[in-house]
């Protein structure tokens, strides 16, 4: 199915010149996957909990694969650990739900499978090469509270190799997020910019790392937009350590800014339809999961479970955690 959406082609105005825009001119992925066909890396940023946005990045997927196959997809979403269960899902060797649990997908990321569900299927179906860019859970969490100077050695060991300099306008953009979602304070925005430059740099060099040992290689990374917004995010920072031309998509979900990409897609929201909530609060311990509680005449609830119940299989699967009840469910 041809999916059809607004293309914007950003660029900068000349000094005193005004640009303009046509929203009312649509086209279809493959006239943008013909304007990326030169691009050794392309870029698609996400709201992760937009639905369009993930429907736009399969439709630009298939429309690349259409055009010039061979090319990996690289994820935000998947940690290095996780590896070894993204080439086990591509191969065949295991179904979905062996693939969720082994690659800790309810533990690293928290967002609605089935918006990503399509994606991966598709490299699946196509044998497109999955590549985990995310660095290790917890990491940007530990800095934000520490900084890196307080990190622990073992925390030290999971840092990329190579910091590059964040720079005015990365600061300024980090400190207009920082001050409407993070809080306030010199030390904790420092705090702040050293976690977000450690994620990008640390994406970028699983990125680079991937590309560097295939000459010939092509990548499409997938990420939140924040992490590419005016380059200077995870594009600037591949290109610095392989040099690979590149090209920035985003999915807009706010202000447009000439400076922001190279290419931006205008979509309507395109909702899923309501998850099913099984009401209860779950607690992991000694192997198992167990009932911390249940909302008051919730599904859990209303089929008779208990405060304190101790879930042992789902349907024949084994339970040990609340990330295998998400998985079976």
């Given at each position: 199915m041809t999916r059809w959406f607004a293309l914007v082609m950003l660029c900068l105005p000349m000094a005193g010149q005004v640009g303009v825009v046509e929203l009312k001119k649509v086209a279809a992925m493959d006239a943008l996957a013909a304007e990326l066909n030169s691009k050794r890396v392309?870029?698609?940023?996400?709201?992760?909990d937009r639905n369009d946005h993930h429907q736009n990045q399969l439709a630009l997927i298939?429309?690349?694969?259409?055009?010039?196959?061979?090319?990996?997809?690289?994820?935000?979403?998947f940690q290095a650990s996780a590896q070894l269960a993204l080439d086990a899902y591509i191969a065949g060797r295991i179904d979905e739900q062996q693939f969720l649990h082994d690659s800790e997908y309810y533990v690293s990321w928290t967002f609605d499978y089935r918006m990503y569900a399509p994606i991966l299927r598709f490299a699946r179906e196509q044998h497109i090469p999955l590549v985990a860019l995310n660095v290790k859970t917890g990491l940007t969490s530990e800095i934000s509270k520490?900084?890196?100077?307080?990190?622990?050695?073992?925390?030290?060991?999971?840092?990329?190799?190579?910091?590059?300099?964040?720079?005015?306008a990365y600061r300024a953009r980090l400190k207009k997020s920082y001050e409407q979602h993070e809080g306030s304070g010199p030390e904790g925005f420092e705090h702040f910019v050293e976690a977000?430059?450690?994620?990008?740099?640390?994406?970028?060099?699983?990125a680079?790392?991937?590309?560097?040992?295939r000459a010939q290689s092509r990548m499409v990374v997938l990420a939140?937009?924040?992490?590419?917004?005016?380059?200077?995010?995870?594009?600037?920072?591949?290109?610095?350590?392989t040099g690979a031309l590149y090209a920035v998509v985003l999915n807009n979900d706010g202000d447009v800014m000439p400076s922001m990409a190279d290419y931006l897609l205008l979509s309507e929201e395109a909702r899923l339809a309501p998850a099913g909530i099984l009401g209860a609060r779950l607690q992991d311990g000694d192997g198992k999961c167990s009932i911390s509680g249940l909302t008051k005449g919730g599904a859990g609830e209303t089929a008779g479970l208990k405060k304190d119940d101790v879930f042992v299989e789902i349907q024949g699967q084994g339970i040990r955690s609340a990330a295998d009840v998400k998985v079976a469910l």
């Open positions: 392309v870029f698609v940023g996400e709201t992760h298939q429309a690349l694969q259409r055009r010039r196959p061979g090319f990996a997809i690289g994820m935000e979403y520490k900084g890196i100077q307080g990190l622990s050695a073992e925390w030290r060991r999971a840092m990329p190799r190579e910091l590059g300099p964040t720079g005015e977000q430059l450690v994620w990008d740099e640390g994406m970028a060099e699983s680079a790392a991937y590309l560097k040992q939140g937009s924040g992490h590419m917004m005016n380059r200077d995010g995870i594009p600037e920072r591949l290109a610095r350590r």
